[in-house]
């Protein structure tokens, strides 16, 4: 049955007071940070490659201030949290029901959700498929999953931008390349350059170094990419996402084709789309109050 421990640590940020649980969902024990009133609407706030719960902080405290209970997982591969070992731990139905372990471990019937980059494709999968569970969805650079599959077999542009999904599959290299040792520290470096000039500040830059440090990381981290070419899931009788959506899109993200939105809009019933003209893929970094006052008026004012 999921659960959730005593506080392990706590600190504050911001003013907000943010405790330390594992969360044992779905097989597998998650390092959370978790904020905001007990009492408050649920929110799951989750990161994406290759960051650690911390990349959703300036969002974990907006909500908590406005009185949400917001929960931040390391998910599974990453920081803290657990690594289990093989590709198929890494399905895209695995870290979905991490999502829904987390939820029935707080003993709610739904959440709200946030996403960015993988944490978004999490949130995405998640309302197509148990949009019983959403109340509203905010995502964050990363398209509709049935949009990108189409553009990466079709369009040569975004399939060349997505070359490192491709490269990752080889085994063992990618790792060492990116979270060895030695190259850690140039790829955080390299991470930041893809932002725009400080939003990467060197306190969080360690953090991602000692993130990535923890063992099985590296390869926990890039079994995401493994699985999600290897272990594709059955095909949706429902691609349409029925629950309220937030699209927000940094146009200047070096990954992922801003053409990927609209369609995506299309595919949803009830959406709102914004975009950052000079923002990144690390928008939540470019732009953290603005997209966290975003989230929090889409989410709304908790009664």
């Known amino acids: ?32 940070a978790i904020a905001g009133p007990e009492d408050g609407p649920l929110v799951v706030a989750l990161h994406g ?23 931040a997982p390391d998910q599974r591969g990453y920081g803290l949290s657990e690594k289990p070992r093989g590709i198929d731990a890494y399905r895209i139905e695995e ?16 959440s709200y959700v946030v996403g960015h980059d993988w944490g978004a494709a999490v949130a995405w999968w998640l309302s197509i498929t148990r949009p019983d569970l959403v109340e509203r969805v905010a995502v964050l650079n990363v398209p509709h999953p049935s949009v990108f599959a189409r553009e990466v077999r079709s369009n040569r542009r975004q399939l060349r931008k997505s070359w490192y999904i491709f490269a990752i599959q ?47 990381a590296g390869t926990g981290m890039m079994n995401w990419y493994r699985a999600s070419v290897r272990r594709r899931p059955e095909r949706l009788a429902d691609k349409r ?60 004012t908790p009664a």
């Open 1 to 32: 049955m999921p659960s959730v421990s005593d506080p392990v640590q706590s600190e504050w940020i911001d003013g907000v007071l943010v405790e330390h649980r594992n969360i044992l969902t779905n097989g597998v024990r998650l390092h959370c």
């Open 49 to 71: 490659f290759p960051e650690f719960w911390r990349g959703m902080s300036g969002v974990v405290v907006a909500l908590a201030q406005a009185g949400y209970r917001v929960v």
């Open 95 to 110: 870290l979905t029901a991490d999502v829904v372990g987390i939820i029935a471990a707080f003993d709610r019937d739904t």
């Open 170 to 216: 080889v085994p063992w290299l990618p790792e060492q390349l990116a979270f060895g040792s030695r190259t850690r520290r140039r790829f955080a470096r390299s991470i930041a350059r893809t932002a725009n000039p400080g939003s990467f500040d060197p306190d969080y830059l360690a953090g991602l170094e000692s993130a990535w440090s923890q063992p099985g």
């Open 241 to 300: 996402v029925h629950v309220p959506i937030l699209i927000i899109w940094g146009r200047q993200d070096v990954a992922l084709s801003d053409t990927m939105v609209a369609p995506s809009a299309e595919l949803c019933d009830d959406v709102r789309v914004v975009f950052f003209d000079d923002a990144t893929h690390w928008v939540l970094h470019d732009e953290p109050e603005a997209t966290a006052r975003l989230i929090v008026e889409f989410f709304g």
